[in-house]
C-alpha cells in the first residue's frame, strides 16, 4: 500500500492533523503534506470525488451538485473574473482561475480570503452584528465578494469593475446565495 493510500485510509476513519497523521504512519510531517499535495493533483482523487486539505477529505462530487458545477454555475454570472472554494482554515478545495493567474498564487489567495474572514468575523463579533455573511472588498478596477458557506468553507468571487454593487445585489446575489445553500446542504449530508 502507498503511503497516499496509507493517508486517504486514515482520513477516511476520522479528521486528522498532519502532525496527528505523521505520528500514526510514523513518517515526518513534510513527507505527508507532499504527499497530500501530490494526491490533490491524482487522477484517483478528482474521480472519486474526495478532496484533501491537510485536516480532512471533503466528498462533495457523490452529491447532486457537485463544487466544480457549483463553481462554473458562479463563472456565468456576468462580470465573475475568478471564483474559489476554500476553507475557512485557508486551504483551496477548488477553482476556477483565469489562465493568466499563476497556480501559486491560489494558496496565498486562499490565506489571504481566510484572513478577511477572520477579521469579518472579529469584528462582528465584537460590535455584536452577529454571524458574518459576507465581506465586500470594491476597489477601483473590481471587487472581492467572499461569502461563508457553512461553518467550513467560503466562496470567493472576483468581479471586475463592470457591475455596480445595485447590480451585483439585486440580479447576481440570488444564484450566489442559491449556490451557497446547495454548498452548505452537501456539507451537512455527509
Known amino acids: 500500500m502507498t503511503l497516499g ?15 496527528q497523521i505523521s505520528e500514526i504512519l510514523k513518517k515526518d510531517e513534510a513527507t505527508i503534506r507532499t504527499t497530500i499535495n501530490r494526491l490533490k493533483e491524482k487522477r ?6 474526495d478532496f484533501i486539505d491537510r485536516y480532512k477529505i471533503y466528498k462533495i462530487a457523490d452529491k447532486s451538485m457537485n463544487a466544480i458545477f457549483a463553481l462554473k454555475l458562479l463563472m456565468n454570472i456576468k462580470g465573475v473574473k475568478a471564483v474559489n472554494l476554500i476553507t475557512t482554515e485557508g486551504i483551496p478545495i477548488d477553482s476556477i482561475l483565469p ?11 486562499a490565506a489571504m480570503t481566510s484572513a478577511f474572514i477572520s477579521l469579518g468575523e472579529r469584528a462582528c463579533k465584537e460590535t455584536r452584528k452577529g454571524d458574518l455573511n459576507l465581506v ?25 469593475e463592470t457591475i455596480s454593487n445595485d447590480q451585483l445585489f439585486s ?14 446542504n452537501l456539507r451537512e449530508e455527509e
Do not use: H, N, W
Open 99 to 109: 489562465k493568466t493567474v499563476d497556480p501559486k498564487d491560489e494558496m496565498k489567495y
Open 5 to 19: 493510500q496509507k493517508i486517504i485510509k486514515e482520513l477516511k476513519m476520522k479528521a486528522l492533523t498532519i502532525s
Open 136 to 160: 465586500l472588498i470594491d476597489g477601483k478596477e473590481g471587487k472581492l465578494l467572499i461569502v461563508g458557506c457553512g461553518s467550513e468553507f467560503v466562496i470567493s468571487l472576483s468581479i471586475d
Open 171 to 184: 440580479e447576481y446575489f440570488k444564484t450566489i446565495d442559491i449556490v451557497r445553500s446547495t454548498l452548505i
Open 44 to 49: 484517483l482523487v478528482s474521480e472519486t470525488g
